[in-house]
C-alpha cells in the first residue's frame, strides 16, 4: 500500500524524530487549542443535544452529496493515474448511495447511549463516603488515516457522540472529498449552535502537519491512526501523544474438519469477496486435510470464479479444479495483507497446526472457525489471541456497526484500553467523583 509516510526506525528517540516547520506546528496547536475549548461546550450537553446535532450532520450530508461525490470524482482520477489499486480506489469511492449510508450511520449513533456520565462502578464507604468512577470525553482526539472519506464522517459523529472534538489528518488521496466533509459538517455545527471547531482538519498542513500532530502533547489527548502498516508504525514510533494502535487485517478462515461444506463455501466467499480492500476481509484460508477433499474443489471453483487471484500450498493445488489457476504458495503469501482480490490457501493436519499458523502469521485483527465440532470452536476462542474471533461466522462481521456499535473511529489490535472495533464508550476514560459532608482522612 502506498502511504503518506515513510518508514520510521523502529525504536526513535527523542532526537531521531522529525521535527515539524516551526510555522506549521504553531498552526496545529492553534488548531488544538480552539478543538479544546470547542469540546468544553460538549461537557454539559444533553444527549438531546448531541442526537440532535448527529441528525443535522446527517441531512447536511445528504444535501450535500452531489458536491460531494464531485470532489470524490477528483480524487478516484488522481488515484487512478497514481496507480492505486482497485481495492484502494474502491475504499476511497463514494456515490450518493455510500454518502446516504454514511449519513444513516450517524442517525443510528444518535440512537445509541450516551457513554458520558455512566457509572463504571460505585459504592458507599463505611466511613459514608459516596464513591463513583464515571464515562468522560477524552478532550481532543486526533486521527490520522488514508483514502478513506468515510472516516471523516464516523470519526466526527463517533467523537461528538461521546463528548469529545476531533482533529483529522486523511491524506492526499481524499483531499478534495475530505475537504468538501468537512466544511459540510462545519456548517451543520454551526447550524444547530454547536462551535464549528468541534471539527477540524489540518490536510492543508501535509506531512509537517501530521508530525506536528503527533508531538502536541499537552493538546491533544489521544491519537488514532487508521491506514498501512507503515503508517501505523510511523505513527506509533513518533508520537509523543498516547496512541490508541490500529491494526492491519492479515485475516484467516479456518475450515475445520467437520465444517459442512456449503456454510464454509458461502462464509469464505463473504468474507474474501464481498469487499476485498477492507482491513476484516479473509487473506488465507486454512482447510484440515480430512474436509480438504470436501470443500476445496467446489471452494476454490466459487473463488476463482469470481476473479480471485489464488496463492496455495501442493495439497491445495492439487485438489483445484483444471480450470482454476493456483500459483505457488510462499511465507510472503502467508505474511501478506493483500487488501485485493487475492487468497493464500493452505491444508492443514490438524486443529493444532492451523492455530499455529495462524499465531505465527496473525496480525492479530480477526480469525474465523467452520466447524460443527463444540470441542473444536471452543479450543479456537481460548487459543486464538485476536481482537476479534468468528464462529462460523464472516470475518466481515468485526465493524463497529455490524456489532451494534454505529460507527467505529478504528479497529484496535492493541490490548491497552480499547481492543476491537472502537466506538463510543472506547473513546472515554473515566474519573472517581468523591462526595462527601465534611470529611476528613483521620
Given at each position: 500500500m502506498t502511504t503518506t509516510f515513510e518508514t520510521a526506525p523502529t525504536t526513535p528517540g527523542p532526537a531521531s524524530r522529525p521535527q515539524p516547520d516551526a510555522d506549521v506546528a504553531a498552526a496545529v496547536h492553534d488548531v488544538a487549542r480552539r478543538a479544546q475549548v470547542a469540546c468544553r461546550v460538549l461537557a454539559t450537553a444533553t444527549r438531546a443535544t448531541k442526537d440532535a446535532t448527529l441528525h443535522a450532520l446527517a441531512d447536511a450530508l445528504v444535501a450535500a452529496d452531489a458536491e460531494i461525490v464531485a470532489a470524490n470524482a477528483e480524487d478516484l482520477e488522481r488515484g487512478r493515474g497514481s496507480g492505486m489499486s482497485e481495492g484502494l480506489l474502491d475504499r476511497l469511492a463514494l456515490t450518493p448511495e455510500r454518502v446516504a449510508a454514511i449519513a444513516d450511520a450517524l442517525r443510528a449513533l444518535a440512537g445509541l447511549p450516551?457513554?458520558?456520565?455512566?457509572?463504571?462502578?460505585?459504592q458507599t464507604l463505611p466511613n459514608g463516603l459516596r464513591v463513583r468512577q464515571l464515562r468522560v470525553p477524552m478532550g481532543v482526539v486526533g486521527m490520522i488515516y488514508e483514502a478513506r472519506p468515510n472516516v471523516t464522517?464516523?470519526?466526527?459523529?463517533?467523537?461528538?457522540?461521546?463528548?469529545?472534538?476531533?482533529?483529522?489528518?486523511?491524506?492526499?488521496?481524499?483531499?478534495?472529498?475530505?475537504?468538501?466533509?468537512?466544511?459540510?459538517?462545519?456548517?451543520?455545527?454551526?447550524?444547530?449552535?454547536?462551535?464549528?471547531?468541534?471539527?477540524?482538519?489540518?490536510?492543508?498542513?501535509g506531512r509537517s502537519g501530521a508530525v506536528a500532530l503527533m508531538q502536541a502533547r499537552g493538546l491533544v489527548d489521544l491519537l488514532v491512526p487508521r491506514g498501512g502498516a507503515d503508517l501505523i508504525r510511523t505513527v506509533v514510533d513518533q508520537s509523543t501523544v498516547p496512541v490508541i494502535e490500529t491494526g492491519t487485517g492479515n485475516v484467516h478462515v479456518y475450515v475445520d474438519a467437520t465444517a459442512d461444506v456449503a456454510t464454509a463455501v458461502e462464509i469464505v466467499m463473504n468474507a474474501k469477496t464481498q469487499r476485498v480492500g477492507v482491513c476484516n476481509a479473509a487473506e488465507t484460508l486454512l482447510v484440515h486435510r480430512?474436509?480438504?477433499?470436501?470443500?476445496?474443489?467446489?471452494?476454490?471453483?466459487?473463488?476463482?470464479?469470481?476473479?480471485?487471484?489464488?496463492?496455495?500450498?501442493?495439497?491445495?493445488?492439487?485438489?483445484?479444479?483444471?480450470?482454476?489457476?493456483?500459483?505457488?504458495?510462499?511465507?510472503?503469501?502467508?505474511?501478506?495483507?493483500?487488501?485485493?482480490?487475492?487468497?493464500?490457501?493452505?491444508?492443514?493436519?490438524?486443529?493444532?497446526?492451523?492455530?499455529?499458523?495462524?499465531?505465527?502469521?496473525?496480525?492479530?485483527?480477526?480469525?474465523?472457525?467452520?466447524?460443527?465440532?463444540?470441542?473444536?470452536?471452543?479450543?479456537?476462542?481460548?487459543?486464538?489471541?485476536?481482537?476479534?474471533?468468528?464462529?462460523?461466522?464472516?470475518?466481515r462481521f468485526t465493524d463497529g456497526g455490524e456489532l451494534g456499535m454505529g460507527a467505529e473511529i478504528g479497529i484496535s489490535t492493541q490490548k491497552l484500553h480499547a481492543r476491537g472495533p472502537m466506538g463510543l464508550a472506547e473513546l472515554t476514560t473515566t474519573k472517581w467523583v468523591v462526595h462527601g459532608d465534611g470529611h476528613v482522612r483521620p
Open positions: 450516551d457513554p458520558v456520565g455512566e457509572v463504571v462502578r460505585g464522517v464516523d470519526a466526527a459523529g463517533l467523537a461528538l457522540k461521546s463528548g469529545n472534538a476531533v482533529v483529522l489528518r486523511g491524506g492526499s488521496a481524499a483531499a478534495s472529498s475530505n475537504t468538501v466533509i468537512v466544511e459540510v459538517l462545519r456548517r451543520a455545527l454551526e447550524s444547530v449552535g454547536l462551535p464549528a471547531d468541534l471539527v477540524q482538519s489540518i490536510d492543508r498542513h480430512d474436509a480438504a477433499d470436501r470443500f476445496l474443489p467446489a471452494a476454490l471453483a466459487a473463488l476463482g470464479g469470481a476473479g480471485v487471484v489464488l496463492h496455495g500450498d501442493e495439497r491445495a493445488t492439487a485438489l483445484a479444479p483444471e480450470s482454476v489457476e493456483v500459483l505457488p504458495a510462499t511465507d510472503h503469501d502467508w505474511a501478506t495483507e493483500y487488501l485485493a482480490a487475492e487468497l493464500a490457501v493452505r491444508v492443514v493436519d490438524s486443529l493444532d497446526e492451523a492455530i499455529e499458523h495462524i499465531r505465527t502469521w496473525t496480525s492479530g485483527h480477526t480469525e474465523a472457525i467452520v466447524t460443527r465440532d463444540l470441542a473444536s470452536s471452543e479450543r479456537f476462542v481460548a487459543e486464538i489471541d485476536s481482537a476479534a474471533v468468528m464462529v462460523n461466522a464472516s470475518t
